[in-house]
C-alpha cells in the first residue's frame, strides 16, 4: 500500500533575525518540473524573529495563518495526486508550452511540425482544461485540409496528416499518463488512415548505371552509394562517424550503431564495395561535408543525368537495399533486422543471427558491371 506524503509547515531562521516559512514533505516528493525527489519546498513568506509590538506580531499571526491555509492546499493537492485525482490549478496551465517544449527534445522533425500545425490551429493559445475530444477532432479535420508550412500552395498529403496527428495523439496519452490531462482523449479519436503509395527504388542495372554516371559531389555520390549497400537511413549516414565502423572477430568489418530515429542497435557488415566507399580510416564523420542540402537538386541533377526516370530521393536508397535484399534473401527477418525495424526487434534482441546471416547476401548488391 502507498504511503501518502504528509505537508507539514515549518520555520527556519535566517542569519538576517528573520523567520522563512517552508514546507516539508515527508515522504518526500517528485517535483514534476525537475522529476527529482523533494524534500523541502519555501513559500517566500518571512516572519519577524524577535517582533517587538503588536503590529508585527499582529503580521506573524496572520502569515502563520497563510502558511497554514496554504499547507492545507498543498496537502489536497498531494492526496489528489495519490489517488489519480487532477489539481484543477493545472487545467489553466500551457498545453502549447507543454507541447513545444516536448518537440524540440525530439530528433525526429514530425513532432517540430506536428507543433507548429497545432499552434497555428489554435491561434497561439491552448490551457490543457481546453483539451477535449471536440477539439481534438477539430485539429483531425485542420490536418487533412491544411497547407504546408513550406510550400504553403500545396496541400498535406494525407500520410503527412497522418504522420502528424499521430504525435499529437501519442502527446495526448503522456500528458494523460502524467496526470495532466483530466480524460484520456486520445481512446476516443480516430486514426487518420495512411494510404500505400508506391515506394520507388532502383533496379539492379539501374543502380549499376548510377554507380558509374559522374556526380558533381563526390560525397554525395559515396553516401547514396553506402545507403544503397548498407540501408542506413540519411540521419544514421549524415552522423555517420568512424568510431561506428569496427572489426567483428568472425565477421569482418560492420557499421556499428544505434539508430537516430529508433534508437535500435544494428551490426551490419560491410562489402568490398561499401568498404571502397569509406575509404582509408580517419577521425570524425566518415561522410565529412554530407549535408541535407545535398540531397535536393545536386541529387536530382545525377538521377537525370544518370537517365532514370524516377522521383528518387535519398530516402529512395534504402528502399533499393531492402528491396534488392529481399529478392536475394530467403530471410526476410535477416533483412527487417538489419533494417531495423522495431517489429521484430524483441524476437532477434539476443542472436546474432543477423550480422552473420547477412554474409549470405553481402556483396550481392552490385555498383559495378559484371
Given at each position: 500500500?502507498?504511503?501518502?506524503?504528509?505537508?507539514?509547515?515549518?520555520?527556519?531562521?535566517?542569519?538576517?533575525?528573520?523567520?522563512?516559512?517552508?514546507?516539508?514533505?515527508?515522504?518526500?516528493?517528485?517535483?514534476?518540473?525537475?522529476?527529482?525527489?523533494?524534500?523541502h519546498?519555501?513559500?517566500?513568506?518571512?516572519l519577524?524573529?524577535?517582533?517587538t509590538?503588536?503590529?508585527?506580531?499582529?503580521?506573524?499571526?496572520?502569515?502563520?495563518?497563510?502558511?497554514?491555509?496554504?499547507?492545507?492546499?498543498?496537502?489536497?493537492?498531494?492526496?489528489?495526486r495519490?489517488?489519480?485525482?487532477?489539481?484543477?490549478?493545472?487545467?489553466?496551465?500551457?498545453?502549447?508550452?507543454?507541447?513545444?517544449?516536448?518537440?524540440?527534445?525530439?530528433?525526429?522533425t514530425?513532432?517540430?511540425?506536428?507543433?507548429?500545425?497545432?499552434?497555428?490551429?489554435?491561434?497561439?493559445?491552448?490551457?490543457f482544461?481546453?483539451i477535449?475530444?471536440?477539439?481534438c477532432n477539430?485539429?483531425?479535420?485542420?490536418?487533412?485540409?491544411?497547407?504546408?508550412?513550406?510550400h504553403?500552395?500545396?496541400?498535406?498529403?494525407?500520410?503527412?496528416?497522418?504522420?502528424?496527428?499521430?504525435?499529437?495523439?501519442?502527446?495526448?496519452?503522456k500528458a494523460?499518463?502524467?496526470k495532466?490531462?483530466?480524460?484520456?482523449v486520445?481512446?476516443?479519436?480516430?486514426y487518420?488512415?495512411?494510404?500505400?503509395?508506391?515506394?520507388?527504388?532502383?533496379?539492379?542495372?539501374e543502380?549499376?548505371r548510377?554507380?558509374?554516371?559522374?556526380?558533381d559531389?563526390?560525397?554525395?555520390?559515396?553516401?547514396?552509394?553506402?545507403?544503397?549497400?548498407?540501408?542506413?537511413?540519411?540521419s544514421d549516414?549524415?552522423?555517420?562517424?568512424?568510431?561506428?565502423?569496427?572489426?567483428?572477430?568472425?565477421?569482418?568489418?560492420?557499421?556499428?550503431?544505434?539508430?537516430?530515429?529508433?534508437?535500435t542497435a544494428?551490426?551490419?557488415?560491410?562489402?568490398?564495395?561499401?568498404i571502397?566507399?569509406i575509404?582509408?580510416r580517419?577521425?570524425g564523420?566518415?561522410?565529412?561535408?554530407?549535408?541535407k542540402?545535398?540531397?535536393?537538386?545536386?541529387?536530382?541533377?545525377?538521377?537525370?543525368?544518370a537517365?532514370?526516370?524516377?522521383?528518387?530521393?535519398?530516402?529512395c536508397?534504402?528502399?533499393?537495399?531492402?528491396?534488392?535484399?529481399?529478392?536475394?534473401?530467403?530471410?526476410?527477418?535477416?533483412?527487417?533486422?538489419?533494417l531495423t525495424?522495431?517489429?521484430?526487434?524483441?524476437?532477434?534482441?539476443y542472436?546474432?543471427e543477423?550480422?552473420?546471416?547477412?554474409?549470405?547476401?553481402?556483396?550481392k548488391?552490385?555498383?559495378?558491371?559484371?
Open positions: 500500500m502507498d504511503i501518502c506524503t504528509k505537508v507539514a509547515l515549518r520555520q527556519r531562521l535566517l542569519e538576517s533575525g528573520k523567520i522563512t516559512l517552508y514546507f516539508d514533505y515527508y515522504p518526500p516528493i517528485r517535483n514534476p518540473k525537475t522529476n527529482k525527489m523533494q524534500r519546498e519555501y513559500l517566500g513568506i518571512y519577524y524573529g524577535n517582533p509590538n503588536k503590529v508585527q506580531r499582529d503580521f506573524n499571526q496572520a502569515m502563520l495563518e497563510k502558511g497554514e491555509l496554504l499547507r492545507c492546499r498543498r496537502q489536497e493537492q498531494v492526496i489528489n495519490q489517488f489519480g485525482f487532477i489539481d484543477h490549478s493545472q487545467q489553466k496551465e500551457d498545453f502549447l508550452a507543454y507541447y513545444e517544449e516536448y518537440a524540440k527534445r525530439q530528433s525526429n514530425k513532432w517540430r511540425i506536428s507543433y507548429k500545425h497545432f499552434q497555428i490551429f489554435t491561434g497561439g493559445k491552448c490551457t482544461g481546453e477535449t475530444l471536440d477539439l477539430k485539429f483531425r479535420d485542420y490536418l487533412l485540409n491544411a497547407k504546408q508550412l513550406k504553403t500552395k500545396k496541400k498535406l498529403s494525407k500520410n503527412a496528416a497522418s504522420g502528424y496527428f499521430s504525435t499529437f495523439r501519442a502527446l495526448l496519452k494523460y499518463k502524467e495532466l490531462l483530466t480524460e484520456n486520445n481512446d476516443f479519436l480516430e487518420i488512415e495512411w494510404d500505400d503509395v508506391v515506394k520507388e527504388f532502383l533496379n539492379q542495372d543502380l549499376i548510377l554507380a558509374q554516371t559522374p556526380c559531389s563526390d560525397v554525395l555520390r559515396r553516401a547514396s552509394l553506402f545507403s544503397c549497400l548498407t540501408g542506413l537511413r540519411f549516414i549524415l552522423n555517420l562517424d568512424w568510431k561506428n565502423i569496427q572489426e567483428i572477430a568472425g565477421i569482418g568489418l560492420c557499421v556499428v550503431i544505434k539508430t537516430q530515429k529508433t534508437k544494428a551490426t551490419l557488415p560491410l562489402c568490398e564495395d561499401a571502397e566507399l575509404g582509408e580517419k577521425t564523420k566518415v561522410f565529412p561535408g554530407f549535408k542540402t545535398l540531397t535536393a537538386k545536386p541529387l536530382a541533377d545525377w538521377i537525370k543525368a537517365n532514370i526516370d524516377k522521383h528518387i530521393t535519398f530516402h536508397f534504402r528502399h533499393t537495399y531492402a528491396t534488392l535484399q529481399m529478392a536475394m534473401s530467403s530471410n526476410p527477418y535477416v533483412v527487417s533486422q538489419a525495424h522495431k517489429n521484430l526487434e524483441t524476437t532477434l534482441r542472436t546474432h543477423v550480422p552473420t546471416a547477412l554474409l549470405e547476401t553481402l556483396g548488391i552490385k555498383i559495378k558491371p559484371k
